[in-house]
């Protein structure tokens, strides 16, 4: 019932920021955790960050603490991801998923597509 859309990646150099947008569609967006998950090419998808159903506890990989910052709007079903002072190593598809706050892909029901963020040194 509910679907993902990202947007917002691209090619940024070191250092610079990007937003990354997750639009929803769906009545219960509201009812779910949300999270971010990124992978790379021959890796794992790994836990980015995530907020709960409130917004009000959120949760962040250490990779990527003090420099990203996750969000969201229930009112127009949308979640950010901040994303400052990025690195090479950031570079990854993005993607947004909402259910039961974790920092496994298996506490996720929904998944949106992703967005390619690349990072150039």
């Known amino acids: 019932q509910v679907q993902l859309v990202e947007s917002g990646g691209g090619l940024v150099q070191a250092g610079g920021s990007l937003r990354l947008s997750c639009a929803a569609s769906g009545r219960t967006f509201s009812m779910y955790a949300m999270g971010w998950f990124r992978q790379a090419p021959g890796k794992e998808r790994e836990f980015v960050a995530a907020i709960n159903w409130s917004g009000a506890s959120t949760y962040y990989a250490d990779s990527v603490k003090g420099r990203f910052t996750i969000s969201r709007d229930n009112a127009k079903k949308t979640v950010l991801l901040q994303m400052n002072s990025l690195k090479p190593e950031d570079t990854a598809v993005y993607y947004c998923?909402?259910?039961?706050?974790?920092?496994?892909?298996?506490?996720?029901?929904?998944w949106g597509q992703g967005t390619q963020v690349t990072v150039s040194s």
């Open positions: 998923a909402a259910g039961s706050v974790g920092v496994t892909p298996t506490s996720y029901y929904y």
